[in-house]
């Protein structure tokens, strides 16, 4: 089986860490390929070398000196050269880079921080360095052209004898211009490399060990999750609790290539598995995870005998995009709706949307409702399950928490409820403590 291993900027941060990047890939020979971010934070207070080219590139933008700051960075790398012991010229390969800086463009300027941690890794690893700029292909739109990207990728292949290092984060425009993903985008990189050369599976090394089942701010050690499907973990993702970055997964889930998210600073540790479908255990937690989030605003709207005209919701609906604000709920009564959606989105324009849907829809009254916390209750082991919810909500109910919505998702794998920001915290706790390790037996 070959594996693809994406490793992330603290994976890669300093030399320590390419010494435990070196002991994972060279543990299990199937690890034919890599891919790393640029290197990343060593401590908290420290900088991702992205952010730093990113701040290189205000600087030429404002025309201020950016030579120590050019500095800072190539330090990091001599670094990690001289304590490793390596090569690649990288006081040299700088000095050009620096030289020049001013007739490159912003995306290349940032793509150097993946292509010098590449050069390194390649050199340390004994493993050919393929460019991604040669490799990685866009189309004219911006999106990526799977065909000639998997053309060149196994080009590339035969070149190196099926073993390389490629740079995350960046790819080739039609024109042969440097250009970058999304930030957190090295994990589309192994994405699209093991969707083209058709992967066993696609590792993407981190600093946790994969997903918890809540959030361990809030809840003293969550379990992990060890496996989840891609649907799953769209709407814990969406819901706050992030690992991976969310378009990473659609090149390998139209092909069914599991994603394993493993920590690097603890490789024996299982990780989440993410694929298409889950359920390979007689045993299995009848919830996958919760997540949630704060401050949703309610717009509530009533209208005398709305509920014999059409065209009322739809009406408010356009408002919004009007606004460009996406809508996240809309929970109706018979002559009511409210529309959640996202405090932050509505911050600046909540007064003219409420005047425009007065205007406009004429309803007898509207409010304004803030402070509205979203808990997303995810498992694919609730569904067609009797009684979850209710036992969901009277859990709640016993703890004295008030539900202000309910939504539940039209394949029953997740369950939103609404509550007071204030309730956020204990709502989740309260949740965990009676299903967190709740398991369902399923027949087999
Ligand atoms: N280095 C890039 C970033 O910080 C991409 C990545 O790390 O995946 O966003």
Known sequence: MIKVAKF??????????FKKVHAIVKADPERTYVVVSASGKRSSSDNKITDLLLLVNAHIQYGVDCSGLLATIEQR????????GLKFPVGEEFARFAENIKSYSPDFIVSRGEWFTAQLMAEYLDMPFVDSADVVMFHHDGTIDMERTQIRLREAIIHTGGSFVLPGFYGSTVDGQIKLFKRGGGDITGAILARCIDAGIYENWTDV????????????KPRGIHRITFEEMRELSYMGASVLQEEAIFPVREVNIPIQIKNTNAPDE??????ETAN??????????IAGKKDFVGIYVQRAHMSNEVGRVRRALSILERYGVSVEHIPTGVDSFSIVVNGADVKDSIYSIVADIQRDLEPDTINVLPGLALISVV?????????TSGQIFGALGEA???????TQSSQEISIIVGVQNEDFEK???VIYERFGDAVVVRER
């Open 280 to 289: 390979e255990h007689a045993r299995e937690h009848l919830i996958t995870g």
């Open 400 to 406: 004295g928490i008030n539900i202000r919505m309910i």
């Open 379 to 387: 498992g694919r082991n609730m569904s067609r399950r009797v009684g």
């Open 427 to 429: 709502a989740i706790r």
């Open 8 to 17: 992330g900027g603290s994976s890669v941060a300093d030399a320590e860490q």
């Open 270 to 275: 299982f990780g989440t598995i993410i694929r």
């Open 77 to 84: 790398y001599l670094d990690i050269a001289l304590e490793l």
């Open 209 to 220: 060990s994969g997903f918890l089942a809540a959030d361990p701010r809030i809840v003293d």
